[in-house]
């Protein structure tokens, strides 16, 4: 519980203590319950783990399958209609906002959910669907859909989820800034706007020319 409380204070600028988190902070509840269903899970008891993890699900507003591997550090910033499936396996100090979906996608049996790596940042309403690898330092911006695995130190937007590689740059920490991220439809647009200016500045140029040489 130390654990849980101590990286909520460390990334909730508005966490101002213990007692606070403890009583109002609706993720420390979900990952709290998470961790006694998920221990009872591996102790194959029946019915219990399910059943704390829908009463997590009743008064959070967050569905975390008891069978689903979350390593230490795990936060839920918010975390309204998150949903993280039973084969999914979450890396060191992952953060998640609300509305985000660890889901499969279909009837499939196995592993059939995401993993993700070590400080991986999932964005507000994102969707990361189907066995798929999210690569360590990766972020997935708000209201994604990735349905392809993601390499590590990557940026993933828009539907479906494109990637756009850091610049040699690897990402360190945690950064949990996921509203300034490339948009790879605007830039494209705006080189593409750029290269008809090009055009029409050459065309203009042309016809300057032949009306230069009519004169003449």
């Given at each position: 519980m130390l654990n849980i409380i101590r990286t909520i204070k460390e990334r909730d600028p508005a966490a101002r203590n213990a007692f606070e988190i403890i009583l109002t902070y609706s993720g420390f509840h979900a990952v709290a319950l998470y961790r006694m269903a998920h221990f009872?899970?591996?102790?194959?008891?029946p019915v219990l783990p399910r059943f704390i993890?829908?009463?997590?699900?009743?008064?959070?507003?967050?569905?975390?399958?008891p069978g689903a591997?979350?390593?230490?550090?795990?936060?839920?910033?918010?975390?309204?209609?998150?949903?993280?499936?039973?084969?999914?396996?979450i890396g060191e100090?992952?953060?998640?906002?609300?509305?985000v979906t660890l889901g499969?996608?279909?009837?499939?049996?196995?592993?059939?959910?995401?993993?993700?790596?070590?400080?991986?940042?999932?964005?507000?309403?994102?969707?990361v669907l189907g066995n798929i690898i999210i690569g360590d330092n990766s972020y997935v911006?708000?209201?994604?859909?990735?349905?392809k695995d993601v390499p590590p130190d990557s940026t993933v937007v828009g539907i479906p989820g494109t990637v756009v590689?850091?610049?040699?740059?690897?990402?360190?920490?945690?950064?949990?800034?996921h509203i300034h991220l490339p948009d790879p439809i605007a830039e494209r647009l705006s080189l593409l706007q750029k290269e008809i200016e090009h055009i029409e500045r050459e065309i203009?140029?042309?016809?300057?020319?032949n009306i230069r040489n009519e004169k003449q």
């Open positions: 009872l899970y591996g102790l194959k008891i993890s829908q009463f997590a699900k009743f008064i959070t507003g967050i569905e975390i399958h591997q979350i390593a230490k550090g795990f936060f839920i910033d918010h975390g309204m209609g998150v949903v993280i499936g039973e084969t999914a396996v100090n992952c953060t998640l906002f609300q509305g499969g996608t279909g009837k499939e049996r196995g592993k059939r959910h995401p993993t993700l790596g070590r400080n991986v940042v999932i964005g507000a309403g994102a969707k911006g708000a209201n994604a859909v990735v349905l590689k850091e610049k040699g740059k690897k990402v360190t920490g945690i950064n949990l800034d203009k140029e042309h016809r300057n020319s």
